[in-house]
């Protein structure tokens, strides 16, 4: 393979992942007798049609589905990343009781059922995206079970019980939203896995450098990044303001309960109402009208 | 229809072609002036290609590459040959009347008397 074709196949990537098998060869043929001889890459115009041509392909794969379709996608990744996010926190627990045994997590359950609701949770998770509808089923309810568990063996010490019912809501969502004919996009656990990592990782690197803005930078990445995709695929935006939503209206219910006066003043639920009316918005437009 | 599409359409008027020389052909048409990236073309025959004006003919492999040749459909052609009717009408609004007086721009006291 020559230096030329190497960086013509680096470019391909632009392309989503079936139009590349499809089509990937021809397109390389077509760029490789297109570029005069002796050059080690592409025109720079070359360049930027594929990677233009590449984007209008990835809008162009969610166009053929319905509003509603693309909607229950959408909020399918949101659950997702919800509960990705909770499974990263029992988990958490469960190794920093493990590093120190005499401390007490932050908060949370400690020990084993940490370890079997996180994992639970990501077998569920998984499953909305590898699995059959059985699957799914299967997972998710013993993901429940492990999350009530957790909550009843916590319940004596106190913990948040929006969070918790929350997290209920989030399993019986992935059930229903879940194992339909249209599946999510495969590369967006790889979004899922961004996300569940940007709270952790800070911790993980602040034991080795104090970087005091590196969390809050990644989250900011993310939700700049989901907003600039808009005009591509709408779809993540409102997957974020879904997940947005799901962490603020536990905290919103329980200020709620305990009287708190400024319960409402939440600038996540606010952040999320933004995105999800211009996403919705875009969406809308970028799904297939029925008749 | 844009230039690129309409030049895209005009290549395949003679018979089935693959991409580059749909590139070549376009390019020779239009004198040099449409000069088809690779990833447009892909783009363009997409949408073409949705839209039923244009179709896969034949599937051969070259040097160990899959190489396809598209041809004009009969939505295509008659697409193709509205839009030239179009474009000979807009000209001919042009080309058809004969010159009036040429408008001479005011200065500026004229303008502001």
Known sequence: MTKL???????????PAAYRRDRGEEIIATLLEATPEGRKRPLIRDILALVVGGLKARAAQHRRLSTAANLR????????????????????????TGIRPLAAPLFGPSGWPALLAGLLLLAAVLAAWLGRRAAIMATALAAGAAVIYVGLSEAAVGFSLGRFLCQLLCVA??????????????????LVGVIVAAPILP????????WPYLGAGLVL???????????????????????LMLFAVPVMLENLATGASNWFDNPSALVAAVIAALAIWRLRRQSVRLQ | MREPTYFVLAALLAGPLHGYAIIKRADELSNGRVRLATGTLYTALDRL???GYVALVSEQVVSGRIRRSYGLTDEGSAALRAEAQRMAEAAR??????????????GRKARTA
């Not at chain 1, 939203?177 to 967006?188: I, Q, S, T």
């Not at chain 1, 911790?203 to 104090?210: A, E, L, M, S, T």
């Not at chain 2, 609004?93 to 005011?106: E, Q, S």
Request: aromatic residues 12%; glycine residues 8%.
């Open chain 1, 5 to 15: 074709e190497r960086r013509c196949r680096v470019l391909l990537v632009a392309y």
């Open chain 1, 221 to 243: 990445c993310v939700l700049i990044g989901a907003v600039a995709w808009i005009g591509i695929d709408a779809r993540p935006a409102v997957a974020l303001a879904t997940y």
């Open chain 2, 49 to 51: 290609t949705a839209e």
């Open chain 1, 203 to 210: 911790g993980f690197i602040q034991r080795f450098i104090y």
């Open chain 2, 93 to 106: 609004l042009v080309t058809d009347v004969a010159p009036g007086p040429r408008t001479t721009r005011l």
């Open chain 1, 173 to 190: 969502a992935l059930i229903l939203l879940a194992g339909r004919p249209e599946r999510p996009a495969r590369a967006w656990l790889w």
């Open chain 1, 73 to 96: 996608l959408a909020m399918l990744l949101g659950v997702a990343i919800y509960l990705g996010l909770a499974a990263a926190g029992y988990l958490d627990d469960f190794v920093y």
